[in-house]
């Protein structure tokens, strides 16, 4: 009999969000499951540290093939929970992280909390990797991660990704029958515009809430993840740790006086 | 006469901290400075933004050539608010970052908030980097920072670095004459280890501070960015804002079944 894998899950949008439940069913018939997310949203959290302020780990099921904790942390602390408190020493097989409630292509990867507990996962190296749904609906339906996202785990599984690499899989928010299958694709160019709403308090003074839209900035690129997930693909990334420019790196080295 | 060079300075250590006073003493030389920094300290941010609870900016300073402002959030939050409600549309010419209090060589640059402003800026089109002095002295000694700092923004002004790319420099806790110069080099791996320090409050419940060690992965690979400093270097790291691992993905494409 094989032996049952150990999967580390946790996500951004909290433990009481629809997303890590759905991702906690799906994930039990591959191996035993720890869940480590959470109490609050931490939403853009990226891959923050809590430094300075002391964190909180509590227990809330502990079932065979299933624990489930709640930290006080962002995405990533709760990977460095998980790892030191209860792995300890030991590495799970597999962490996975969502299903976020929102989609992290573009450059939403780079603020993303699904995907900074991805990469600290990475660091640990365990292989790793962060579903999202372009859908902020907190009743969303995730059936095309159910049906997708076994296709990507079976090959996961059997080819699994080089050291150091992660994998950003955004769903686009259709049934499973309505989407056209899996592309591969890049990080597309993309920035937020119209970030702040400015409000006047009830003592005159101005607070700024974060808002946003996002805007496209390479709309004909048929190979970035968001365009991708706009034509009605499941997109797949992945995602280096080590972002040295080593081209440019060169290019300085070679021009800069120093 | 030459227009004057319209630069922004933010960091993680806050507004009151000692590394951000020295970088806007030396920046005023090269231009009219905007500081938007955190009101408290924020280290280990990383690029997370704040999302769900409102953010105030302050006006401390409206000067000639100097204007500084405290935001409540986030290093990355800072740019956005420098942007959105300060500069408007129009894009200073540079935005600096730091001067870090502890280094942000290896994989500190992944949890570092002075790199998140970085990397912020680099999604706006703004010529970005991050300056960090290997110390956490609150009091400590900048003066490498000032004589190596200038030798790099000469360049740096002289031959830009390309789109899409920040620059990482980590100056050694040395005194100028005895630091060994200046050297590109590429991001080392490493990680924390001993994390947490588990405590037990006045009621019995435990709690964790984070903490740790970092753990040098290549102790003898003379290019990374931990290991050029540790021999008495300045180090600067060209870090990409796109992380798509181009290589694995074509691999991966041609092995996986989707």
């Known amino acids: 009999m094989e032996k049952r894998r150990s999967i580390l899950i946790t996500n951004d949008d909290g433990i009481k969000s629809k997303g890590i439940s759905v991702l906690t069913a799906m994930m039990t018939s591959y191996g035993d499951v720890t869940v480590v997310a959470p109490l609050e949203a931490q939403s853009g959290m990226s891959a923050a540290l809590t430094i300075g302020k002391p964190l909180r780990l509590t ?15 962002t995405p990533a ?36 909390g699904t995907l900074g507990a991805a990469a600290e996962g990475t660091v640990y190296g ?3 990797l962060g579903f999202s749904l ?6 969303a339906d995730f059936s095309i991660v159910e049906v997708y996202g076994k296709i990507i785990l079976d ?3 059997k080819n699994p990704v080089k050291a150091d690499v992660f994998l950003n899989v955004n ?16 990080q597309g160019k993309g920035k937020w515009i119209k970030e702040f709403e400015e409000r006047t308090d009830p003592y005159g003074f ?17 190979q970035s993840d968001h365009n991708v997930m706009e034509m009605g693909y499941v ?19 070679s021009i800069w006086k120093l």
């Open 59 to 73: 227990e809330l099921k502990n079932e065979k093939g299933l624990r489930v904790y709640a930290c006080t942390g």
């Open 77 to 112: 602390d709760c990977v460095k929970m998980a790892m030191n408190q209860l792995y300890k020493g030991s590495l799970p097989d597999l962490l996975i992280s969502g299903i976020n409630h929102g989609s992290n292509a573009s450059v939403a990867s780079l603020y993303s």
């Open 126 to 128: 365990i292989p790793s």
């Open 134 to 139: 372009c859908s902020h609906n907190p009743e």
């Open 155 to 157: 090959n996961f599984f």
């Open 171 to 186: 769903f686009p928010a259709l049934k499973p029958g309505e989407a056209k299958g899996i592309r591969f694709s890049h």
């Open 206 to 222: 101005n607070y700024y809430w974060m808002t946003g839209e996002f805007f496209n900035l390479e709309p004909d690129n048929l």
């Open 235 to 253: 997109s797949i990334v992945p995602h280096k740790i080590d972002t040295t420019d080593y081209d440019e790196l060169q290019r300085l080295e």
